[in-house]
């Protein structure tokens, strides 16, 4: 069965600090992984996604991810962080079997940016 | 393009009463979802339709009725609302399975 685990409900950093928020998943088959971002009262907005082509994937707002399949890991980073991040973000895996529908959410890593 | 537009933006109940949220996308999207969102749990599927006149049971759908008469809706009913129904709730459609989803700007609920 397909999980998302999503280290450190809360992350803080200063502006123009490196954010590094971790996600790890486990799946039964090649993964679909996703970031999402959620800003105050609003709904998620994909970040980036990863489907099985390039392990290191490039976002919207400088964000990047890379897919490590040993390490079951799909780690978001940013170089330097800006006031504007600061938001919730949820990392997700969809599982490619076919027949049924699986995405399931990580539970949020909310980033605080510090001036 | 309204993209996925959801309504109400808020609603009080109290326990025992009934309502419906609205869900409608105009991406011509096949897939359609319903999340509940709690502190520390991220979301969690309601309920989830893969086409028109179609629906299915996601992890936590006690307590909740969907329906899709068309294609571009997705309603989410509460027949007796109760207190563990407080939360925030979103709709979502994708285009195409394992696709990214498009997300509304929710609903919050309280049940008192």
């Known amino acids: 069965a397909q999980s998302v685990t999503q280290l450190g409900s809360h992350v803080s950093v200063s502006e123009g600090a490196l954010v590094l928020l971790r996600c790890n998943y486990s799946s039964s088959v090649p993964p679909y992984l996703f970031w999402y971002v959620q800003y105050p009262n609003q709904g998620l907005q994909l970040l980036l996604k990863y489907t099985s082509a390039a392990t290191l994937v490039k976002g919207i707002n400088g964000f990047e991810a890379e897919f490590k399949k040993s390490e079951t890991s799909f780690h978001l980073t940013k170089p330097s962080a800006h006031m504007s991040d600061a938001a919730e973000y949820f990392c997700a895996v969809s599982e490619s079997n076919t027949g049924g529908f699986k995405t399931i959410f990580g539970a949020g890593t909310r980033l605080f940016v510090k001036a | 393009n309204a993209g996925v537009t959801q309504t109400p933006k808020f609603r009080v109940l109290k326990t025992g009463q009934s309502m419906t949220l609205l869900c409608a996308q105009d991406m011509n999207h096949e897939y359609m979802y319903w999340y509940r969102q709690d502190p520390g749990m991220g979301l969690r599927l309601i309920h989830y339709s893969v086409g028109e006149g179609t629906t299915a049971k996601g992890e936590v759908p006690d307590g909740y009725n969907v329906s899709r008469l068309k294609k571009q809706n997705f309603l989410l009913g509460l027949e007796s609302a109760a207190p563990s129904q407080t939360s925030v709730y979103f709709c979502?459609?994708?285009?195409?399975?394992?696709?990214?989803?498009?997300f509304g700007p929710g609903t919050r609920l309280t049940v008192l």
């Open positions: 979502a459609s994708t285009r195409a399975l394992y696709n990214e989803q498009f």
